[in-house]
């Protein structure tokens, strides 16, 4: 058997010198490999993260890359290429679920990502933008060192393709941009929506009546303020640019020295001492197993909750509970899957007596409408299906301050919570103290960069976003093996203050929604808390409705101190290891007050520098 794609066939002999090189395969499967068979980097998860690296190693044609990942190809539906049609379903990873929330009445919850070669890029809402620059700044200082703001700001730039919408319709809608600040010849294609629904000038005008920042650009620094959402959204076909698309589909023709292996979960990394030498993988269908040897690096870019699966599987991760599951200490790490963040999502519901039409609820509650769109949008003109289904064109992000009067009172709940007890467990001294840096480096820039989120669809959905958590959660392996889950605990709202933040983001939704501008389309909430003003009422409200993950996961293998239960050092290099990096937001100490996914690409293409030039390449 052999996997078919774009009509590339694997063929299993090469020619030239190297086994590998030369040859006109590079969809491999596994009856191509042999147990003796060597690369000079094996990639573990063909996500962001590992396809961006993949991309640049292979650059040089004398380097041999496989990537290994779990999900298949996608095959190009409308529901992965085209932003209306929005949801690729097939390309999730089902069924993953938390382990009960403590704060949250033990309820257990799904666990969104991507199982697809492209990861995340494939299903997420291609919502394309950075963060503040606080945020990598809090980076930097919690031992990321040179992973500032400015060290990043060059691969933002190589990272994407930025496409300005046209200056006429820019004007209209206000959307504005500054040029000095984006990349024009990377791989990702980023742009802003040709098409817009009128509720959103309501939005836009609620919004500056409450004294809100219209921000030039959120790219440049400052991201807090009302603006437009830039999308990883190719302008000329108005289709997704994930990173199968602009990290292998774009290279490929040229990159014989470029293989990936699909539908294959890279079991554990093999050592030979504590130098990594290659990884056995798991055929996901049919369980045959086999491994495969690294030369130079093996790279793991499995995202945020496989990661440290994978690491603990190999023997990477506190020695005490790998041994009490029968796995051989590698290397002690206790920071191995701790530190787990996310962002907490709040959906707050309305009807509109007078709402404007078309609105983002007109394509799937009016079937002439979506008709005449489509026929709009598969003629190449301006369309809702330019919009990723059910969401709107702009984003208000602002710091805590802004949100709320109370903002001293929550830093002083903040201040008074005992990180030891909030981690639970017994977590090791050293995950306590990178802890206790984490919640100063985040209080002390509460009032900087974002706390959270508000986004007006325009039709019946608002969502709210709290995005600077100072709880924390936990990957764990369950078992030994790699075909079963972890137990992922989002350890949501461990810390109240996250609950503290996200209340103060929903009261202040309110009186945006009460604002003329928007009270003329006469909302009328339905959920979480209609009606409700006692504020414990509504905390329990929120509490139901709330959801522990926006699919932002992150920070599980973090780059820092060892001491301070960091995973790997600014170079990616896990500790206590030789030939093995971690490269994927994994790696990031805290979670971006933003989509992560531009700082995702970022990141990569820095490690892939870092990989390079350690190797001489
Ligand atoms: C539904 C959804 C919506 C989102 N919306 C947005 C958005 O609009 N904007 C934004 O900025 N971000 C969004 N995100 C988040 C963003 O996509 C992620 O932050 C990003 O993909 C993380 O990149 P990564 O490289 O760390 O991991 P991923 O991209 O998740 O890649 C990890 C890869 O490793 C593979 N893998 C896992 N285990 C193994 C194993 N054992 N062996 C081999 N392979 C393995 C996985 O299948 C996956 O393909 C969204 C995510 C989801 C899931
Ligand atoms: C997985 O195993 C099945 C059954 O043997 C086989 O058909 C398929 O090609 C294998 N997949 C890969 C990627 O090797
Ligand atoms: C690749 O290897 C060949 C032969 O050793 C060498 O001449 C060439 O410079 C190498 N190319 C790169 C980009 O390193
Ligand atoms: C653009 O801004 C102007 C001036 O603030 C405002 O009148 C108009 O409604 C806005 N339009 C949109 C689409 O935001
Ligand atoms: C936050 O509030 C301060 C003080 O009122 C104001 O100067 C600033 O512009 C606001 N920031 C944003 C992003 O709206
Ligand atoms: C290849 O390695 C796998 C996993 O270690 C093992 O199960 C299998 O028997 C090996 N195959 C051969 C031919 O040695
Ligand atoms: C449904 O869409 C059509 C086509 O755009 C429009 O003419 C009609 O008014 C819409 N109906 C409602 C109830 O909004
Ligand atoms: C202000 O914050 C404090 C501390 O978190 C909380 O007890 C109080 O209820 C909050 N008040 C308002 C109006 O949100
Ligand atoms: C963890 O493993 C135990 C023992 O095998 C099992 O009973 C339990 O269901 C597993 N938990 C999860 C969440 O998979
Ligand atoms: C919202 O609208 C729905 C459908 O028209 C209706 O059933 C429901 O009662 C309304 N809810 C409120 C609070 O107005």
Known sequence: MVFIWGGILALAIGVSGHPLLGRNARTITSRALSNESTYDFVIAGGGIAGLTVADRLTENPNITVLVIEHGPFDQRQDGVMVPGAYFPVPYLWLPLSSTPQTALDNT?????????VGGGSVVNAMFFHRSSAVDYEAWDQLGATGWGWADLFPYFKKSETFTPPGAAYASEHNITWDTAVHGFSGPVQASHAPYDYPGSANFYNGALSLGIDAREDPNAGDATG??????????????????????????IASRPNYHILPSTAVARVLFEGTTAIGVEYTNTTSSERGTVKANKEVIVAAGSVHSPQILQLSGVGDASRLTSLGIKSIVDLPGVGRNLQDHLVLTVNYNYTSNLFPNSGSLSSNATYATEQRALYD????????????????????????????????????KSQDPAQLLGGNPDPTVISG????????ISNINGGAVGDISWSTGPTTSIYMTRPLSRGSITINSTSILDAPLIDFGAITDPTDLEILLAIYLKNRELMATPDIAVLGPIETSPAPGITDLEAIREALKKFLQPSNAHQCCTNAMMEKEDGGV??????????????????????????????????????????????????
Do not use: M
């Open 108 to 116: 257990v919850y799904g666990v969104p990502c991507g199982r697809v």
């Open 226 to 251: 009302i603006f437009r959402l830039e999308r990883s959204i190719d302008p000329k076909t108005q289709t997704r640019s994930h990173a199968r698309i602009n990290h292998y589909d774009r290279v």
């Open 379 to 414: 003629n190449g003109e301006p369309s809702a299906f330019d919009i990723t289904a059910t969401t709107g064109n702009l984003i208000i992000q602002l710091p805590l301050s802004n949100w709320t009067s109370n903002s001293s009172s929550i830093i002083s709940t903040a």
């Open 435 to 442: 802890y206790r840096k984490q919640r100063d480096a985040v």
């Open 568 to 617: 790997v050092d600014p170079q990616n290099r896990v500790y206590g290891t030789e030939g093995l990096s971690v490269v994927d937001a994994s790696v990031w100490p805290l979670v971006v007050a933003s989509g992560p996914q531009a700082s995702v690409y970022a990141a990569a293409e820095k490690a892939a520098d870092s990989i390079k030039e350690r190797h001489g390449l």
